[in-house]
């Protein structure tokens, strides 16, 4: 096992797991790119930006969120983003919630694995996302997002 030191190192190894598990995606046109957090008041920010778009950040105390989101969505952030989370679960009838076993992204030799779990599920549903996530399909995306809210919950639990 390799020691990584937190900091700048980690930060290299966690934007190289996303860059080569989201390789899918650079190759159907999405762009990559990221900020590192001392260019971003301490928050790392990954991004793929295709027909949609893809954020991944990481705070100073390692806390991961990952979104996704229509591009040309006339709302606030916190209303157009997407926790991939509850998109999966959309996508997929409302029979898959992955919150309980989607990576937290604390072990950077498991980066790369959780990686790849991620981009395993948006490769999973690519069709079906990518299809809300067109403009003229966005209001479908959040009507959606209202009424399985409830059922979300509860399938946590």
Not at 85 to 95: V, Y
Not at 105 to 114: A, E, G, I, S, V
Not at 117 to 128: H, T
């Amino acid at each position: 096992m390799i020691k990584i030191s937190r900091g700048k190192e980690d930060n290299r190894c966690f934007i190289y797991a996303f860059q080569k598990s989201f390789v899918s995606l650079t190759e159907k046109g999405f762009s990559f790119s990221y900020t590192l957090p001392e260019n971003n008041e301490g928050m790392l920010l990954i991004q793929f930006v295709g027909p949609f778009q893809i954020e991944i950040e990481r705070d100073k105390w390692l806390v991961t969120a990952i979104y996704l989101f229509p591009l040309n969505v006339n709302k606030p952030p916190s209303i157009k983003r997407v926790g991939i989370e509850r998109l999966i679960f959309i996508t997929s009838q409302c029979k898959e919630n992955i919150s309980g076993i989607m990576p937290r992204f604390w072990y950077p030799d498991m980066y790369l694995n959780d990686a790849e779990f991620v981009s395993d599920k948006i490769a999973e549903y690519y069709e079906q996302i990518e299809w809300l996530m067109r403009n003229e399909n966005s209001s479908i995306l959040y009507d959606m997002l209202k009424k399985t809210g409830k059922d979300f919950m509860r399938t946590i639990m």
